[in-house]
C-alpha cells in the first residue's frame, strides 16, 4: 500500500529523497525500536561495524571538501537499519556500494547547496515557522516536536541551522520541477486501476501497552508482580500513558504513551493474538513474551479493506509526481556536475 511517509525529512516532497538522502553537516543516529518486526521488538540494534575509509579528503566539490567522516556518519545509520533486515554477510557485501551511493549524494547536496548560495536563496522566519509545522503535522499523536528537541539537547537555534540548507535545498527543487510536472486525473485513476492489490489494506489494531522487561541478571517473577502492580494501577484508574511515560522499558514508545497502530503478522505471537482478541478499551491481562510482560489496552480495530480512490488520491499524486520529477532533479544535478570542479582525492 502506498505510505505518506517521506523517507527523509517529512515536509520534504518524497521525491527529493532520492537524491537527498544524506546530510553531510549531521548525524543520523537514529536506533529507535521497530516493534514491526519480532526480532526487533523493544532492541535497538548495535552500531554496525562498517570498517572505514582512509584518513583525509576524499573528495573536492568546487573547493569543498568531503572528508571520511562525513561517509562513515551517514554510513553507519543506514547499516543501522539495513542490519535489522538482512543477515551480516550480505549487508557487508553492500557496503561498498553503500559507500559510493553516499558520496554520490553528498556531492550532489553540496552542489545543489552551492546553487543555492550562487542565486541567493535564503530562509525566513515564516518559512522555518511553516517547515516547522509541517514537522509537527507529521509526527503521531501526543507527540510534540519541542519536546523532542528539548529531550535530544537541540536549541532552537541548532534547530534552525541544522535545517536552513534541508529548506534551502527544497525551495531550489521547487523551482527546478515546479512548472515542468503535472499529474493528470486521468493518471491517477489510472494508476489506481492497475494497481488495486497495492490499496488493499489489512486488518488493523490500535493497542497501548507498557512493558516491564527481564533483563540479564533480574528475576522474571519479581518483573511480573511489578507488571501486575501497575496493572493495577491501571485498573483504579491511572492515566495509561502518563504511567507508559514514567514506568515502560519501551523507550521508543514513551512519547507516544505506548500506542501502536498495525496489521496481523508484524508483532510477535503473543502481543498480537492480545491485541487481536482482547475486548477493546479493557486492561487485559499480563501477556508475557520473550521481552517480559506487557499491560495491553486495545484501544481499536478496523476491518481489512480496500481503500477509496479519494483515500489515496493524494498519495497517488506524489508518488507520480516523484516519478516524473526524479528524472528532471537527476538531469539538473547532472548540468551541476558538468559545470563544477569534482575531485575524487582517494577511492571507497
Not at 553503500?98 to 549524494?105: F, G, H, K, Y
Not at 501526543?142 to 519536546?147: K, N, T, V
Amino acid at each position: 500500500m502506498l505510505s505518506n511517509r517521506n523517507t527523509c525529512l517529512a515536509a520534504f516532497a518524497a521525491f527529493a529523497s532520492l537524491f537527498l538522502g544524506c546530510n553531510p553537516s549531521r548525524s543520523n543516529e537514529g536506533t529507535d525500536v521497530d516493534l514491526s518486526k519480532s526480532t526487533d521488538l523493544f532492541r535497538p540494534p548495535k552500531p554496525a561495524d562498517t570498517g572505514s575509509v582512509a584518513t583525509g579528503v576524499v573528495a573536492t566539490v568546487n573547493g569543498v571538501p568531503i572528508t571520511p567522516e562525513m561517509i562513515e556518519r551517514e554510513l553507519n545509520a543506514r547499516a543501522q537499519q539495513l542490519q535489522r533486515r538482512m543477515p551480516s554477510e550480505q549487508l557487508a557485501q553492500m557496503l561498498p556500494r553503500l559507500r559510493s551511493q553516499i558520496l554520490d549524494q553528498i556531492i550532489a547536496r553540496l552542489l545543489l547547496l552551492q546553487e543555492a548560495d550562487r542565486l541567493g536563496l535564503t530562509v525566513s522566519d515564516e518559512e522555518m515557522a511553516s517547515f516547522r509545522a509541517e514537522l509537527q503535522a507529521a509526527l503521531p499523536p501526543g507527540m510534540d516536536l519541542s519536546a523532542i528537541l528539548a529531550d535530544r539537547g537541540i536549541s532552537e537555534e541548532q534547530f534552525r541551522r541544522e535545517f536552513a540548507d534541508d529548506i534551502r535545498v527544497r525551495k531550489l527543487i521547487e523551482q527546478a520541477v515546479s512548472n515542468a510536472v503535472t499529474v493528470s486525473e486521468e493518471e491517477i485513476r489510472q494508476f489506481y486501476e492497475d494497481n488495486s492489490e497495492q490499496f488493499q489494506r489489512p486488518e488493523l489494531a490500535t493497542a497501548r501497552h507498557l512493558l516491564v522487561a527481564v533483563r540479564e541478571g533480574q528475576d522474571r517473577e519479581e518483573q511480573r508482580k511489578k507488571a501486575e502492580q501497575l496493572r493495577e494501577r491501571l485498573i483504579a484508574g491511572e492515566d495509561f500513558a502518563e504511567l507508559v511515560r514514567k514506568e515502560t522499558d519501551d523507550p521508543g514508545s514513551r512519547e507516544t504513551g505506548g500506542v501502536y497502530t498495525f496489521p496481523r503478522g508484524q508483532m510477535v505471537p503473543e502481543f498480537e493474538e492480545a491485541s487481536f482478541t482482547q475486548p477493546i478499551g479493557e486492561i487485559g491481562d499480563i501477556v508475557e513474551t520473550r521481552f517480559g510482560f506487557h499491560i495491553i489496552r486495545v484501544e481499536g480495530r478496523e476491518p481489512a479493506r480496500e481503500l477509496t480512490l479519494d483515500e489515496v488520491r493524494t498519495n497517488i499524486a506524489a508518488f507520480l509526481r516523484g516519478q516524473k520529477a526524479s528524472g528532471i532533479i537527476q538531469q539538473y544535478i547532472n548540468e551541476l556536475k558538468e559545470k563544477a570542479d569534482i575531485v575524487v582525492h582517494q577511492p571507497l
